[in-house]
């Protein structure tokens, strides 16, 4: 499995992902799910996966138009006019590549699904947040909906509807995620670190900051430590349900 | 969906589990997975259902033998020796009940499968608690396992799995199931209100505290309502991963 989540604050976008890949429970790798294509002061977009490997390499690679020579490659990805259009071309790149290996020949016990979170901006508009489908279809965060998670998502899920604000600070919101990442890594092993980070800062049209937190990473455990420790004192806050004791 | 928690601790065991029931989205019912057998001095035993409904209504009408006229009824769950037997007695009848339905005859597109949660004391031994599933088979809680969950069970456990402490006080473990259970109704319509709990004393022999916490009872209410400012206090407690603004 994966976990990514992807917030569309008031500042831009944030993107977090997980890097395990697993194969049957004996046969773990890391690998990157984060992928960015960037014209400076033109076009930043952001793309996170979840699902079939094969099936999220053959669409990022297709993307990237790595079956031509390298002369020849002019990423269509890096010339749509708008981020719709953009959300379109991954939906049609990741419906043909399941509908290719899942269409015909051997079937395999598991599906070649996968979801695509995408976010970005273009110059002259906003910046846009979308979830697409393996069918090729998606749909866009708004204000009621400023954030999407993809693989494992409902450990780390209780977290972000409580406390997801999309007026709050980058740091806030680094450390709301590294929250929802520890309570998914605790639960579930088919999520492991590293963890891949990029922060867009919105008008910005730029790669923001992007950075790997590895395991061990003493603020990321000092996090998680602490979290802990205020999670009980939070339950210690509570009123009591009236019963005998 | 469901959502069922046991918690096994040095005090006794507590079971709580929602009622909602639903066959698709526009079908929704309230209905009891909660079922306590008691012969005050001598035995208690409590089982919470998930699963099929049809399933788990068989289980236990063959446990309370209402095959059988009611003069006739004697149930065999009052009379097995040891708790590990009445594992093995509902193990047996839920595999049956299944392999009748599932075996043979029409295929629906759900399957029959359910899982139990069963726990409770016999004179003269300790209070034990176990997880049955269809295949008959079941697994017991131990002190590295005090608790198991059935159902939607990955928004509620992140706070179990920090949370929980066998040596905790009655009216500490009732809180902290009412957190784990709000999260889940939160973030899932396939959860939902009231929600039946049984307190069982070790040693009592006897039932124990049983109530319902009916949809916008204000004691759960307040809990809920606070538990969203505590984690957002919490979450401001804690350290920063150090990234810019």
């Not at 994966?2 to 194969?23: E, P, Q, W």
């Given at each position: 499995?994966?976990?990514?989540?992807?917030?569309?604050?008031?500042?831009?976008?944030?993107?977090?992902?997980?890097?395990?890949?697993?194969?049957g429970i004996d046969n773990i790798s890391v690998v990157r799910k984060m992928f960015t294509w960037t014209e400076p002061g033109e076009r930043v977009i952001t793309l996170m996966t979840a699902g079939n490997l094969a099936t999220t390499q053959a669409v990022v690679s297709l993307l990237n138009e790595r079956s031509m020579r390298p002369a020849e490659r002019d990423p269509t990805i890096m010339q749509v006019p708008t981020l719709f259009e953009a959300a379109r071309l991954i939906g049609d790149t990741l419906k043909e590549v399941v509908a290719t290996y899942g269409g015909s020949g051997p079937t395999a016990s598991s599906t070649f699904d996968a979801t695509i979170i995408m976010g970005g901006q273009i110059t002259g508009m906003e910046p846009r947040l979308f979830m697409i489908y393996p069918e090729g279809n998606f749909v866009e965060a708004g204000p009621e909906t400023p954030f999407f998670q993809t693989g494992e998502t409902k450990y780390g899920r209780p977290i972000l509807l409580r406390a997801l604000d999309t007026a709050m600070s980058v740091p806030d919101a680094i450390r709301l995620l590294c929250v929802s990442f520890d309570s998914?890594?605790?639960?579930?092993?088919?999520?492991?670190?590293?963890?891949?980070?990029?922060?867009?800062?919105?008008?910005?049209?730029?790669e923001g900051q992007m950075f790997r937190i590895e395991s061990h990473d003493p603020d990321f455990t000092a996090i998680s430590d602490r979290w802990g420790d205020a999670l009980k004192d939070a339950l210690a806050q509570l009123p009591y349900y009236p019963v005998g004791s």
């Open positions: 499995m994966t976990y990514c989540v992807a917030l569309k604050l008031d500042h831009g976008l944030i993107f977090m992902s997980d890097t395990r890949t697993n194969a998914t890594l605790k639960a579930n092993l088919s999520v492991g670190m590293p963890l891949d980070i990029h922060i867009y800062k919105a008008d910005s049209l730029t």
